[in-house]
């Protein structure tokens, strides 16, 4: 079948490295919130103060980092991404076991956890684009998504074993070594990658504006990065909230949060595999039209949870739900993203993207966590759930904005 078809050596390289830390990252979901939680006993206010200024940081940090990497050879950026992971990550389990571990220490490694994933997933982009054939985009992306969503399932209910039987910190070094073997997988890719050059040496204060600038000057693509913003920043801020709940308030253990996370993961394998057939027969605009709908309907669920069987039953409800929908959605979004984007300013519009996003997820965590904490994570969730509803309104409308990028528009727009 089309589908499984071989899209070279070198992407099989790539995807098993993304495949090791993602599943590094299955396992050590939501360990920073966990260990805040379970360690230190971290208040609702820090839990989320921990998700907003890691993110908000390194979201500061990965801004003049977007243009050097689009002129730096990308394997290179990803192999020194994954590293510095590593030993950041390994610093937590060393200062626990030295009785050294505290808050700050966990927001200095959420911060570089959150620029290295910046560039790293920037960089990454950029090398698929020039790996692959246009054709083969969204085959590799439906790939990556389905391998994210089964790495998820199987993750958390095994980390949330793990840290029952031997602590807190043994997820971050699973995590930690994860990146280590990705570094490795990604050193085993062969082959020429053109050192990118560029007319002026240094970086120009406009470059660190051409990804914004790309985005929102393109029609299909500013809404598509509004809605994102939205929809993701609401979602991510309602992840501490959802912790601070079901571990303190409903007394959920920690093999439960995770299971509760795992089991709703196969809706992703079922989606990301079903992106290339639906787009075939339905077309590009009406997905994401329509489940952009879909996605955003069903987080408001999570505000009606109780404790016991049926909590859990409703939280993996839920979260099924909206697993299914955004595995479907991502694929198809990240291909149109790549397909709008010319190679020469790949890598800036990403770091825009992902810049953006760790911002608003950074500010509307802070909000959710002050919320939380006048009134309760409840109420908070509650809130999110509502918002969110609105945000189908900033999808685009007609297909006409989906117009290819050719070399030629491409170089009109840089001029101008």
């Keep these: 079948m089309s589908a499984r078809r071989s899209l070279g050596r070198r992407f099989g390289w790539l995807w098993a490295s993304y495949a090791v830390s993602a599943y590094g990252s299955g396992l050590g979901f939501g360990a920073l919130p966990l260990i805040a939680v379970l360690v230190l006993q971290a208040s609702p ?62 927001l200095v490694v959420s911060a570089v956890l959150a620029t290295a994933k910046i560039a790293f997933h920037a960089a990454s982009g950029a090398f698929l684009k020039a790996l692959v054939r246009p054709d083969d985009l969204l085959v590799a992306n ?19 074993a793990a840290v029952g039987l031997f602590g807190p910190v043994v997820t971050v070094v699973a995590d ?15 082959g020429p990658e053109d050192h990118p050059r560029r007319a002026s040496a240094g970086v120009r204060a406009g470059d660190l504006l ?26 991510m801020a309602t992840e501490p909230l959802l912790a601070v709940l079901l571990l ?13 996370f795992a089991v709703p993961c196969v809706g992703g394998l079922i989606g990301s595999r079903l992106a290339r057939r639906v787009v075939a027969r339905y077309g590009q605009h009406r997905i994401i039209r329509t489940v952009g709908t879909l996605r955003a309907i069903w987080l408001i669920g999570l505000a009606v949870v109780q404790p016991g069987v049926v909590g859990l039953a409703t939280v993996i409800a839920v979260e099924f739900a909206i697993i299914i929908s955004m595995s479907l959605y991502n694929p198809v979004l990240a291909t149109y993203r790549l397909q709008q984007t010319p190679k020469d300013r790949v890598v800036r519009t990403l770091s825009a993207w992902s810049i953006g996003s760790s911002a608003t997820i950074a500010t509307l965590s802070a909000l959710g966590g002050l919320l939380a904490q006048a009134t309760s994570p409840r109420t908070a969730i509650t809130v999110a759930g509502l918002a969110i509803l609105a945000s189908p309104l900033l999808l685009p409308r007609r297909p006409d904005a989906d117009r290819p990028v050719t070399e030629r528009s491409a170089r009109v727009s840089t001029i101008a």
């Design 45 to 106: 206010a820090q839990v989320s103060v921990l998700a907003a200024l890691g993110p908000a940081v390194g979201a500061l940090i990965a801004l003049p980092l977007g243009p050097w990497v689009e002129f730096h050879r990308k394997r290179r950026v990803m192999i020194a991404m994954d590293l510095a992971r590593f030993a950041v990550l390994l610093t937590i389990p060393v200062a626990y076991a030295l009785g050294r571990l505290n808050f700050g220490q966990l």
């Design 142 to 160: 439906a790939r990556f998504e389905s391998t994210t969503w089964s790495s998820i399932a199987l993750g958390p209910p095994l980390g949330g």
């Design 176 to 190: 930690a070594l994860s990146y280590l073997l990705s570094a490795l997988g990604l050193t085993a890719i062969r």
């Design 210 to 235: 051409d990804g914004w600038r790309h985005l929102l000057t393109h029609p299909g693509l500013r809404a598509l990065y509004l809605n994102q913003l939205l929809v993701g920043g609401l979602i």
């Design 248 to 260: 303190g308030e409903l007394g959920f253990a920690p093999w439960q949060y995770g299971l509760a």
